[in-house]
């Protein structure tokens, strides 16, 4: 893409003001947006005010779109330059944009594009009568009728150099002018003969209700036709692809609760039931007596106090910086964590 910049100051107008029909427009635009959001318009202004100026944004055009929504300058040229819906230097009365994209490339947009150069020149060059100039843009979304090009707010599809030639032409001296296919299409129905969806039994209803039927024949025991076929295509038990890789193999457990409760028995076993409630084979948990007068171990960590917390650091938490490990009152290889150790000055464990 080339460099998009403002045209040169020679073709800059003095000055720019919204017309009403356009000040009209911004002001139904804003009132899209909650108060202090307006700059969410910009660019529909910046269409209208495009529009105003003859197809093109001049300097004063994009600062009279940044005045209105009370927007920095720069902020609202970062738009205008982005979008190449916004044309920076003059157009043609008619301004045509050529699709250049593959799918129109194949249907033949390389002779359409030779009409163009010429009849009006390079792109971006206005003729000397400001009717005509044109831009190689991208795909317009009208595939199916390529070749195609847009002139101002119009698709014109399916062109040869021929038709393309005449429609210049007519343009030029402002006769009417067919918009759409060039050869008649009704928008992007078949090219040529229709050859497909001519079963009448599509369009008067007896195909109602047909996958329904389908379905339900499927469903049926095995006979002949269709869908016995599709039931007999379908196997019978799923194999996994690699039974050893990845998941493992789900297999029947014995005496589940959903496999008894599948036989008709209590969802438990009597006898682990029995089993359970003899306290002879119950866990025995030894009555706490000396150890519960002990107290808890601590810690040979000291804590921060965090405000209103209540704990008093006991001994200084951090080495004042630069003292070697060994000078150090605390320890910080972990053992000050684990209860029961205790590091004393000369870093002695016990
Ligand atoms: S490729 Fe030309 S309209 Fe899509």
Same mark, same amino acid.
């Given at each position: 893409?080339?460099?998009?910049?403002?045209?040169?100051?020679?073709?800059?107008?003095?000055?720019?003001?919204?017309?009403?029909?356009?000040?009209?427009?911004? $002001?139904?635009?804003?009132?899209?947006?909650?108060?202090?959001?307006? +700059?969410?318009? =910009?660019?529909?202004?910046?269409?209208?005010?495009?529009?105003?100026?003859?197809?093109?944004?001049?300097?004063?055009?994009?600062?009279?779109?940044?005045?209105?929504?009370?927007?920095?300058?720069?902020?609202?040229?970062?738009?205008?330059?982005?979008?190449?819906?916004?044309?920076?230097?003059?157009?043609? /009365?008619?301004?045509?944009?050529?699709?250049?994209?593959?799918?129109?490339?194949?249907?033949?947009?390389?002779?359409?594009?030779?009409?163009?150069? /010429?009849?009006?020149?390079?792109? *971006?060059?206005?003729?000397?009568?400001?009717?005509? %100039?044109?831009?190689? =843009?991208?795909?317009?979304?009208?595939?199916?009728?390529?070749?195609?090009?847009?002139? *101002?707010?119009? @698709? @014109?599809?399916?062109?040869?150099?021929?038709?393309?030639?005449?429609?210049?032409?007519?343009?030029?001296?402002?006769?009417? =002018?067919?918009?759409? #296919?060039?050869?008649?299409?009704?928008?992007? $129905?078949?090219?040529?003969?229709?050859?497909?969806?001519?079963?009448?039994?599509?369009?008067?209803?007896? !195909?109602?209700?047909?996958?329904?039927?389908?379905?339900?024949?499927?469903?049926?025991?095995?006979?002949?036709?269709?869908?016995?076929?599709?039931?007999?295509?379908?196997?019978?038990?799923?194999?996994?692809?690699?039974?050893?890789?990845?998941? &493992?193999?789900? #297999?029947?457990?014995?005496?589940?609760?959903?496999?008894?409760?599948?036989?008709?028995?209590?969802? =438990? *076993?009597?006898?682990?039931? /029995?089993?359970?409630?003899?306290?002879?084979?119950?866990?025995?948990? $030894? &009555?706490?007596? $000396?150890?519960? +007068?002990? &107290?808890?171990?601590?810690?040979?960590? #000291? @804590?921060?106090?965090?405000?209103?917390?209540?704990?008093?650091?006991? %001994?200084?938490?951090?080495? *004042?910086?630069?003292?070697?490990?060994? !000078?150090?009152?605390?320890?910080?290889?972990?053992?000050?964590?684990?209860?029961?150790?205790?590091?004393?000055?000369?870093? /002695?464990?016990?």
């Amino acid at each position: 893409m080339a460099v998009r910049k403002l045209a040169p100051e020679e073709l800059q107008p003095e000055s720019f003001v919204f017309s009403p029909d356009t000040e009209a427009f911004a $002001e139904q635009q804003i009132a899209k947006y909650p108060p202090g959001r307006q +700059a969410s318009a =910009v660019i529909p202004l910046l269409w209208k005010a495009q529009e105003q100026a003859g197809g093109w944004l001049p300097r004063k055009a994009i600062e009279a779109v940044a005045t209105r929504l009370d927007m920095p300058f720069i902020r609202v040229m970062e738009v205008a330059t982005f979008y190449t819906m916004f044309n920076l230097e003059p157009v043609g /009365k008619y301004f045509i944009q050529f699709c250049g994209t593959t799918p129109c490339v194949l249907r033949g947009a390389g002779d359409i594009r030779q009409v163009l150069e /010429k009849r009006i020149g390079d792109q *971006n060059h206005v003729t000397a009568d400001g009717n005509f %100039s044109w831009l190689e =843009v991208e795909c317009l979304g009208a595939c199916c009728n390529a070749p195609m090009v847009q002139i *101002n707010d119009d @698709y @014109y599809e399916d062109l040869t150099p021929e038709n393309f030639e005449k429609l210049l032409d007519d343009l030029a001296a402002g006769r009417p =002018v067919k918009k759409g #296919s060039q050869i008649g299409r009704n928008t992007s $129905e078949p090219f040529e003969a229709v050859n497909t969806l001519q079963d009448p039994s599509l369009y008067d209803g007896s !195909q109602i209700g047909t996958w329904r039927k389908r379905f339900e024949e499927q469903a049926q025991p095995a006979g002949t036709g269709e869908a016995a076929a599709a039931v007999a295509s379908v196997p019978q038990e799923a194999k996994a692809a690699k039974p050893t890789a990845g998941r &493992p193999i789900e #297999s029947e457990v014995a005496d589940t609760p959903a496999e008894r409760a599948k036989k008709g028995e209590a969802p =438990v *076993n009597p006898v682990d039931q /029995k089993e359970a409630a003899d306290p002879s084979r119950a866990t025995k948990v $030894e &009555p706490r007596t $000396e150890d519960a +007068a002990k &107290p808890a171990p601590q810690s040979g960590k #000291s @804590y921060v106090a965090s405000p209103g917390g209540g704990a008093t650091p006991t %001994s200084p938490t951090t080495p *004042n910086a630069g003292t070697p490990p060994g !000078q150090s009152e605390t320890r910080r290889d972990g053992s000050e964590s684990k209860p029961g150790v205790v590091v004393d000055k000369d870093n /002695k464990t016990s």
